[in-house]
């Protein structure tokens, strides 16, 4: 039966932070009749999501700093690599606190590979046409420490 009690919906809405203290008081106690059971089911699921929103958000930027680095080779700065350094190692964090989530960064590469375009091309200034439609790397090499795509002109074929 879901708690449908007016004083946790009215924490809930009025003051979060009070709310989850409550909730996790209630859940230690084992005074499970007296949780707010909708308003957790519903944050439990959101935390997933929110997991599941980390990861593609790191990805795209990750993905977005190598084809800066890629295509405006004369406008690099250090600041780059190390956004590039943090997207890598937030996004391995990410997957390694959640396991069953290793194969998303695969499934939205291509997703994620055009919403870099679309950043990419706002932040240099580069006509969205001229970054390949296809990502001139591979998701292995994006997360590869070591690799930092080279100018368009010195590359082999991917």
Do not use: C
């Not at 932040?123 to 296809?134: D, S």
């Amino acid at each position: 039966m879901l708690k449908t009690a007016a004083r946790s919906d009215a924490d809930y809405d009025q003051d979060f932070f009070l709310w989850t203290r409550e909730q996790a008081r209630l859940l230690r106690e084992h005074r499970f009749a007296e949780l707010d059971l909708a308003n957790l089911i519903d944050e439990v699921e959101s935390m997933g999501r929110s997991e599941k929103r980390e990861i593609r958000s790191r990805l795209t930027v990750l993905l977005a700093h190598l084809l800066k680095w890629k295509y405006q080779p004369d406008a690099r700065k250090p600041g780059w690599t190390s956004t590039i350094d943090e997207q890598r190692q937030s996004l391995l964090d990410v997957l390694e606190d959640n396991p069953s989530l290793h194969s998303l960064p695969a499934a939205d590469f291509a997703r994620a590979y055009t919403a870099a375009r679309v950043r990419a091309t706002k932040e240099t200034g580069i006509a969205f046409a001229l970054f390949p439609e296809h990502p001139p790397f591979t998701l292995e090499q994006a997360l590869d420490p070591g690799f930092l795509p080279r100018e368009p002109d010195l590359d082999d074929q991917v």
